[in-house]
T-cell receptor, first 114, second 115 residues
Framework: DAGVIQSPRHEVTEMGQEVTLRCKPI?????LFWYRQTMMRGLELLIY????????DSGMPEDRFSAKMPNASFSTLKIQPSEPRDSAVYFC????????????FGEGSWLTVV | DQQVKQNSPSLSVQEGRISILNCDYT??????FLWYKKYPAEGPTFLIS?????DKNEDGRFTVFLNKSAKHLSLHIVPSQPGDSAVYFC??????????????FGQGTILTVHP
């Protein structure tokens, strides 16, 4: 099993640019989560999908952030326009809801906005 | 409002001894509690979980204890090994309704196991 796959692993971009982070969940999992880790706030949930449908996006910080899940094997988190305070590690995670008290994380995408 | 707290930022233990990592929570509606280990530049790795209806779960060297009345859980690692050195996160999960999957994390405890 390949685990949750995220890309890019590292991204450095200039303020105002669009950033797109990608995630491939574990095959067969039907729930997908985007988390963000910062020094100030620790690990916090941004949004999660169940069967490709966004269920709870209350953690998305503002309208500059958007997430999509066009199919069961792919999701994107987009920031447009990016700002320096968006610099963080963004984790994607997945689980199988019916049995799922275990959520598996990807390696993270390290974003730096300068 | 911090619903999950790990009050010890760090813990240092000798190899072979027991490591005890503690976690407190405030929301009695959580259904599961999970422990994750995290190395630098990697994602959190699931270690062990416990249902809110249990008081103990064991998996190899790892045992998690849950005291619901005290809203407290702990992770015991016996015996501790240098490879266990990492940041350990306690997390609480709501399994029902629209809150499903909302893992609420503690701040983490840095465990260092000395040879």
């Amino acid at each position: 099993d390949a685990g949750v796959i995220q890309s890019p692993r590292h991204e450095v971009t200039e303020m105002g640019q669009e950033v797109t982070l990608r995630c491939k969940p574990i095959s067969g999992h039907n729930s997908l989560f985007w988390y963000r880790q910062t020094m100030m706030r620790g690990l916090e949930l941004l949004i999660y999908f169940n069967n490709n449908v966004p269920i709870d996006d209350s953690g998305m910080p503002e309208d500059r952030f958007s997430a999509k899940m066009p199919n069961a094997s792919f999701s994107t988190l987009k920031i447009q326009p990016s700002e320096p305070r968006d610099s963080a590690v963004y984790f994607c995670a997945s689980s199988f809801r019916s049995t799922g008290n275990t959520i598996y994380f990807g390696e993270g995408s390290w974003l730096t906005v300068v | 409002d911090q619903q999950v707290k790990q009050n010890s930022p760090s813990l240092s233990v000798q190899e072979g001894r027991i490591s005890i990592l503690n976690c407190d929570y405030t929301n009695s509606m959580f259904d599961y509690f999970l422990w994750y280990k995290k190395y630098p530049a990697e994602g959190p790795t699931f270690l062990i979980s416990i249902s809110s209806i249990k008081d103990k779960n064991e998996d190899g060297r790892f045992t998690v204890f849950l005291n619901k009345s005290a809203k407290h859980l702990s992770l015991h690692i016996v015996p501790s090994q240098p490879g266990d050195s990492a940041v350990y996160f306690c997390a609480a999960l709501s399994a029902g309704g629209t809150s499903y999957g909302k893992l609420t994390f503690g701040q983490g405890t840095i465990l260092t196991v000395h040879p």
